[in-house]
């Protein structure tokens, strides 16, 4: 079994040698317990959290842990009834190859219909997020504009897909001409902006000529800042995440004069609080994507080693669409 450990915490950028790469014997399961191959594993920019002591809303990882994570897998041994050898199963089993976990903390999913991969980004954690935003704080009407930031991402791509298919116009913001191109041509978006060609204010007017009724926001920094100045009176912001700021020291928010000024309902949220939304958010992902309404990408770094690298290029934004380590 190989494990991937947290070796020590990052001051600011995450580095490779924050991690440490370990082999252990393959375990064995106990009562109600079932042995899994792991086959996929998500990379997600809230693992830059649990790196570091700071307080959150989740626990931080020990050094010498294995770092956190979900999985995709295959059941080898069971000694629980509700799973048999084969079955293909999801759960947070962290980064590493093989793992033991409780039967009550895994999820049986059908991997014939979809890759097994698809559950964890447009039909697992990051699609939820999308749909709980989107749709319970955001809650946008027909005619409305949405915008989301990280647009190409396993989330954002989600939220402006979604936007679409319930009649809002849809702008995605994204590093790079490449991610944009893949915004608007394959996913669908009205609009994108690339906020590396250095004229996001202006290109924000004209994608915006009605102004923002609901920001997803997902990077937080400058952009943010920006977008702020475009938003409409009793518009809504989700604040679901603020990945430019995760690897630097405390960032004063400015420009939250907006939300007085235009009584913006803005509100932060974790795609966990209720766990009662996850069915029909899945139930309407699993349409869209069997319909091929809702498009996804992957980005996938190769066998377990590769995944401190594959991690830091995502905080920097080197992935293009939801980021997986492969672990075959
Ligand atoms: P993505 O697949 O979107 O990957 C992260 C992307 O962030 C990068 O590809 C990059 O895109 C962008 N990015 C990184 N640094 C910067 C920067 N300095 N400025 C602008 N953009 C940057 O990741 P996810 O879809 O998994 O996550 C998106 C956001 O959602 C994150 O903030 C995450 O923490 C949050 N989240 C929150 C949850 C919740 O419950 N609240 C649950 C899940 C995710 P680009 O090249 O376009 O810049």
């Known amino acids: 079994n190989q494990k991937i450990v947290l070796a020590n915490r990052p001051a600011a950028w995450v580095e490779e040698s924050n991690f440490r790469l370990e082999e252990s014997p393959i375990p064995e399961p106990g009562a109600n317990q079932v042995l899994v191959r792991n086959r996929w594993l998500s990379l997600d920019p809230y693992m830059r959290g649990r790196m570091s002591e700071a307080k959150s809303y989740a626990k931080s990882v020990e050094i010498g842990e294995v770092m956190v994570g979900g999985t995709a897998g295959e059941v080898v041994k069971s000694n629980h009834p509700k799973f048999a050898v084969g079955d293909t199963v999801v759960g947070a089993m962290g980064w590493q190859t093989w793992a033991v976990a409780d039967g009550a903390a895994l999820q049986k999913v059908d991997a ?72 608007v041509e394959e996913l669908g978006f009205d609009a994108c902006i690339d906020y590396k060609a250095g004229n996001l204010r202006g290109d924000l007017k004209e994608a915006t000529p009605k102004g923002i009724d609901c920001l997803f926001e997902n990077v937080g920094g400058e952009i943010f800042d920006t977008l702020l100045t475009r938003m409409n009176p009793f518009s809504r912001i989700a604040v679901c995440g603020l990945i430019a700021q995760y690897n630097s020291a405390p960032y004063p928010m400015q420009n939250i004069g907006a939300v007085l000024i235009n009584r913006i309902r803005m509100q ?15 139930k309407e992902l699993a349409g869209h994507v069997a319909s091929g309404r809702i498009k996804y990408r992957e980005s996938v770094a190769d066998g377990l080693a590769a995944a401190p690298a594959a991690f830091i290029s995502l905080l920097k934004g080197g992935n293009f669409g939801k980021q997986l380590v492969k672990l075959t």
């Open 268 to 282: 932060g949220f974790i795609v966990s609080d209720d766990l009662s939304r996850w069915p029909p958010a899945l």
């Open 112 to 183: 014939s219909a979809v890759p097994l991969s698809a559950y964890l980004g447009v039909l697992g954690m990051p699609g939820v997020t999308a749909w709980v935003g989107l749709m319970d704080i955001c809650a946008p009407k027909a005619g409305e504009t949405v915008v989301v930031t990280a647009a190409s991402g396993a989330v954002g791509s989600v939220v402006g897909q979604l936007a679409k298919i319930h009649g809002a116009r849809a702008v995605g913001i994204a590093g790079g001409a490449e991610k944009c191109r893949y915004v």
